[in-house]
């Protein structure tokens, strides 16, 4: 199985500003995706982070507001700009390595005052 | 109507009890369903993982797939006080991305 790690692990963060988490896998995988999870909710996810090219967002997701990076098989950035209060959420990697099961990273837990 | 329907709980059950969690979906392309456990404040961990119809064991936990009925199951035999947790069930036609339920919440009392 995958071990994914994220940076950081919580933040508070001021109106306006913009965060950078980052999202390390200890092997190579195929895919890797960012999700958004609100208290007491499911996941919801962002977009699909591919290698070497633009992510791929779901639905109500922009580039402007949520910029990722994947710039090799192990590696990926997502930034939250321009954040208001509305963006206080977990914030989750997750990667699939084989076939279809896929993992987590612990989640970054972001509040913006 | 969601594609995934997840009862979210929360289900209390006394330790040591048969705990069995439930998913319907409507989809009928979806091939590969996962179990998910998530605690408090941590990140999802994958449990069972089970292609098409049919049952998976692993040790106390139990993965059944009716394709033909479109539910999903997860069973926990000899529940434990530490298998409280978030329970989601996830599934996925294919190479393209998952379909969460909602989370059921487990409570195991001692």
């Known amino acids: 199985s995958a071990v994914i790690s994220q940076k950081p692990s919580r933040d508070i963060c001021q109106r306006g500003t913009s965060l950078t988490i980052q999202c390390q896998v200890d092997?190579?995988?195929?895919?890797m995706f960012w999700y958004r999870q609100q208290p007491g909710q499911s996941l919801t996810l962002i977009a699909t982070?591919?290698?070497?090219?633009?992510?791929?967002?779901e639905s109500g997701f922009v580039i402007d507001k949520f910029p990722i990076s994947r710039p090799n098989l192990t590696f990926s950035t997502l930034t939250v700009s321009n954040m208001s209060p509305e963006d206080s959420s977990i914030y989750l990697c997750?990667?699939?390595?084989?076939?279809?099961?896929?993992?987590f990273g612990p989640g970054t837990r972001l509040t913006v005052t | 109507q969601k594609e995934v329907e997840q009862d979210p709980g929360p289900l209390s059950v006394p330790e040591g009890a048969i705990v069995s969690l439930n998913c319907t979906y409507s989809?009928?392309?979806?091939?590969?369903f996962m179990w998910y456990r998530q605690y408090s404040r941590k990140g999802p961990e994958l449990l069972m993982y089970?292609?098409?119809?049919g049952n998976k064991e692993d040790g106390r936990f139990t993965a059944q797939v009716d394709k033909s009925s479109k539910y999903i199951s997860l069973f926990i035999r000899d529940s434990q006080p530490s298998d409280s947790a978030t329970y989601l069930c996830?599934?996925?036609?294919?190479?393209?991305?998952?379909?969460f339920g909602t989370g059921t919440r487990l409570q195991v009392f001692p």
């Open positions: 997750s990667a699939r390595d084989r076939v279809m099961e896929q993992y």
């Open positions: 092997s190579q995988v195929t895919m």
């Open positions: 982070a591919n290698q070497g090219s633009e992510a791929t967002y």
């Open positions: 989809n009928s392309a979806f091939q590969y």
């Open positions: 089970t292609y098409s119809s």
């Open positions: 996830a599934m996925s036609a294919g190479t393209d991305k998952l379909i």
